[in-house]
């Protein structure tokens, strides 16, 4: 059973900077595209970021420039390095392997919250 653990959440200035880290046990996350996906109050959870089992990396419109998604497969690791971020960007994030456009392939974590406001 794939167990996901999201961390590195926080309350920042607008203009500031975090890094999420999700990490896995139960399976190899090398193998696997995974992606960045967040949810705040009142919306449904959306995709923010992809990275593919060889390091190709897509981030949607909204954060382009500003979200990195990145992994360390030693650590069994992925990461999502934000950047100026905005109050827009106020979410709960979590971690998850596509299956497809609209499923995922695991159970979800709890999330870590990213709160932006001054």
């Known amino acids: 059973q794939v167990q996901l653990v999201e961390s590195g959440g926080g309350l920042v200035q607008p203009g500031g900077s975090l890094r999420l880290s999700c990490a896995a046990s139960?399976?190899?996350?090398?193998?696997?595209?995974m992606g960045w996906y967040r949810q705040a109050p009142g919306k449904q959870r959306e995709l923010v970021a992809t990275?593919?089992?060889?390091?190709?990396?897509t981030v949607v419109d909204a954060v382009k420039g500003r979200f990195t998604i990145s992994r360390d497969n030693a650590k069994n690791t992925v990461y999502l390095q934000m950047n100026s971020l905005e109050p827009e960007d106020t979410a709960v994030y979590y971690c998850?392997?596509?299956?497809?456009?609209?499923?995922?392939?695991?159970?979800w974590g709890q999330g870590t919250q990213v709160t932006v406001s001054s």
């Open positions: 139960g399976r190899i996350l090398s193998t696997y595209a």
């Open positions: 998850n392997a596509p299956s497809g456009e609209r499923f995922v392939l695991w159970t």
């Open positions: 990275i593919t089992s060889g390091g190709i990396t």
